[in-house]
């Protein structure tokens, strides 16, 4: 083929395995071939419209078969794929669109609000509005032309732009090649023993990079099935992993705590459960026992968006011995720990720096935060994390989140895994704010177990002869819940808005 990107995958897999289910949501089922023909015909009908090598689509809806097959139809025609947030406001989506100038938008109805709508006339791009409920997809979209296309796409062409979530500022535009997405895979594949039988139940969201690129991408390539759930719900999700035999779950750690908090988790069938994977941010050793009484040792990683996304991997075999750490370095791919100086350093915090083919190029229509973002082939994370003699990173938060408290460096996360001690905390975040006398101190946010007596005295008592004092938190705030975004990363910024 001369097309050796992402496109072309439908096709290989379809001549492989062509009557084995690739999708299934709600009932529907999608062969390989038919996601073959159906990717197929969509991209003849965007080539109609205009779409070529290069061109933007926009996709604005939830995760649904129409996505992937809308993907896919793009990648073929060296287009370039750009996942909209369902979260965003009108406005927020406007400076997405604006900064990425798609050719064309497809959109789910129920995300058409009239914000919405009215935004999309404003900037005149032309939409396509789709009904996943419909049964017929995009078929309107689709050509009447099932004739393979095989256009000239390589692993250097630009496959797709991620927007980062915008947990500060406007977000970014992450681009992704064609071959940041297949040596990420690559390194999956290398990490995690997937079969040809895997049933992947992929409730995160598509416009978020793991789990398309850690999931979905990945149970494609061996000829697995994914299940698409458009939201995630956590009773949905252990019926399904009983009713499907699901075999690899992924989640960020509200996921699985909302899973292990549900009333029936104790009794749940979980037999079929072979991979349970993690991201997004470190996942509390209290939450990681909990599974482990099932059976399942959650594997974590570390990645981000720029690294698409995985760049470390905490394998099984070593899971319960380091417990709590992100691993070490994928197989393809470098990372180091280094303190201001851009000196590699061991034992204690620094930022991590990451390089290799699963790297972006760079971010879209944006040099300047480029040429920032880079040290010759390293990319700077701003995550800041420790690394044994070993090479196993322990992922301490991020540069930004980091708080000087009487001129001792606190980070956040040690915090709050301590927090997560307590039996009745069922999520806690920790950031620091002005003190007149230290400096600044620590304030910790904290979801409280229903029915709990726990007050602020008493969970600063279980801290204290766990923490030093000066990493104490000086204020507790007891919320209902803590934000989030869409992908699940909890937003801090938020929580500096509180007024307790």
């Not at 897999?13 to 062969?31: E, F, H, N, W």
């Amino acid at each position: 083929m001369n097309d050796q990107g992402l496109g072309s995958w439908p096709r290989r897999r379809a001549r492989m395995t062509p009557y084995k289910a690739a999708l299934v949501q709600d009932g529907r089922r999608m062969s390989y071939r038919q996601l073959d023909l159906t990717s197929t015909r969509l991209a003849h009908g965007l080539r109609a419209r205009g779409v070529g090598p290069g061109d933007r689509v926009a996709f604005l809806g939830l995760n649904s078969i129409e996505l992937v097959t809308a993907m896919f139809a793009t990648a073929s025609l060296g287009a370039v794929f750009v996942p909209l947030n369902t979260r965003l406001a009108a406005p927020e989506l406007r400076y997405v669109l604006d900064n990425s100038e798609p050719a064309t938008v497809i959109c789910e109805d129920t995300l058409a609000t009239s914000d919405v709508a009215a935004m999309l006339d404003e900037i005149g791009v032309s939409t396509y509005i789709f009904s996943r409920n419909a049964g017929d997809g995009l078929r309107a979209l689709e050509a009447d032309d099932e004739s393979p296309l095989d256009d000239s796409v390589g692993h250097d062409d630009l496959f797709m732009i991620q927007y980062t979530s915008g947990t500060s500022g406007r977000p970014k535009g992450v681009q992704l090649t064609h071959g940041n997405v297949i040596w990420n895979v690559m390194n999956l594949m290398v990490d995690v023993d997937l079969g040809s039988e895997e049933v992947a139940l992929v409730t995160a969201p598509l416009f978020h990079t793991a789990a398309l690129n850690q999931v979905l991408f990945p149970t494609i390539l061996k000829g697995g099935t994914a299940l698409l759930e458009a939201r995630f719900d956590p009773d949905r999700a252990l019926d399904l992993i009983e009713s499907e035999g699901v075999t690899l779950l992924f989640g960020v750690t509200s996921m699985y705590l909302a899973l292990s908090d549900a009333q029936r988790f104790g009794g749940a069938d979980l037999t079929t459960l072979r991979s349970a994977l993690s991201g997004g941010a470190p996942i509390p050793e209290a939450l990681l026992r909990v599974w482990l009484d099932r059976g399942l040792m959650i594997v974590q990683g570390y990645g981000l968006t720029e690294a698409s996304p995985g760049s470390t991997m905490l394998r099984a075999a070593d899971g319960i011995r380091k417990l709590g750490s992100a691993g070490t370095a994928c197989f393809f791919t470098d990372v180091r720990v280094v303190d201001g100086a851009g000196d590699p350093v061991t034992g204690e915090p620094g930022e991590v720096q990451v390089s290799g083919p699963n790297v972006t190029p760079g971010y879209w229509r944006d040099p300047a935060t480029t040429d920032r973002a880079f040290s010759d082939s390293w990319l700077h994370t701003g995550d800041l994390a420790t690394v044994d003699e070993e090479g196993y990173l322990r992922i301490v938060g991020r540069l930004k989140d980091m708080y000087i408290s009487g001129g001792e460096n606190v980070y956040p996360a040690e915090v709050e895994s301590a927090l997560y001690e307590h039996p009745d905390v069922i999520e806690a975040a920790v950031i620091g704010i002005p003190d007149p006398t230290w400096g600044e101190v620590g304030r910790a946010f904290v979801v409280a177990a229903p029915g709990s007596s726990l007050d602020q005295d008493g969970l600063i008592a279980h801290l204290d002869g766990r923490l030093a004092r000066y990493k104490l938190p000086k204020s507790v705030v007891f919320l209902d819940d803590l934000p989030h975004n869409a992908s699940g990363k909890l937003m801090k910024s938020q929580l500096r808005e509180v007024n307790p």
